[in-house]
């Protein structure tokens, strides 16, 4: 069983930035893939960014060249920078480890209003 824990969401204005962290109960390097999903309102789950064991990364087209994944496995964390924030970018944002099965954290709120 693996347990994820997102923070550092919050309310930022448009334009701010914001640095999200999920922290994992095991080592990231033994998980396949982590990434982050969306969910903004009246809107599905969305898949943000992806990273893998081996370092490759993938992006949603929306965050592309303002978003950044990044992992630092002596913390077992994994990392999303979010720049250049826009009010679209407002949603729940979930962390996600998948291997055999697929884990999710509770979810951080990230607000982008002026």
């Known amino acids: 069983q693996v347990q994820l824990v997102e923070s550092g969401g919050g309310l930022v204005q448009p334009g701010g930035s914001l640095r999200l962290s999920c922290a994992a109960s095991?080592?990231?390097?033994?998980?396949?893939?982590m990434g982050w999903y969306r969910q903004a309102p009246g809107q599905p789950l969305a898949l943000v960014a992806q990273?893998?064991?081996?370092?490759?990364?993938s992006y949603a087209d929306s965050v592309k060249g303002r978003f950044t994944i990044s992992r630092d496995n002596a913390k077992n964390t994994v990392y999303l920078q979010m720049n250049s924030l826009k009010p679209e970018d407002t949603a729940v944002y979930y962390c996600?480890?998948?291997?055999?099965?697929?884990?999710w954290g509770r979810g951080t709120q990230v607000t982008v209003s002026s």
């Open positions: 996600n480890a998948k291997n055999q099965n697929n884990y």
């Open positions: 095991v080592s990231t390097v033994s998980i396949n893939t």
């Open positions: 990273i893998t064991s081996s370092g490759s990364t």
